[in-house]
């Protein structure tokens, strides 16, 4: 189960961040953030996957500590 989140939160995380940066440039023409390692066309990074994913059980924690 946490293993499954940690993956979805992964692949979502960088999809979110990846649409974010690509939109955020195409319509103002600057870019939010610059990956100089791992780089998925300066948008995102391959480095920053795991972190999505223990953002992911970060908040899945939090929210069974509130009973959400």
Known sequence: MALAYF???SV?????E????F???KTLGQKLWVYRK???DGY??????????????IFLAIAKV???
Do not use: R
Request: hydrophobic residues 65%.
């Open 44 to 57: 995102t990074s391959l480095l920053a996957i795991p972190f999505w994913g223990m953002a992911g059980i």
């Open 18 to 21: 990846y649409i974010f940066g």
């Open 23 to 25: 939109l955020f440039h």
């Open 7 to 9: 993956l979805l939160c």
């Open 66 to 68: 509130l009973d959400l």
């Open 38 to 40: 791992g780089a998925v």
């Open 12 to 16: 979502a995380g960088s999809l979110a």
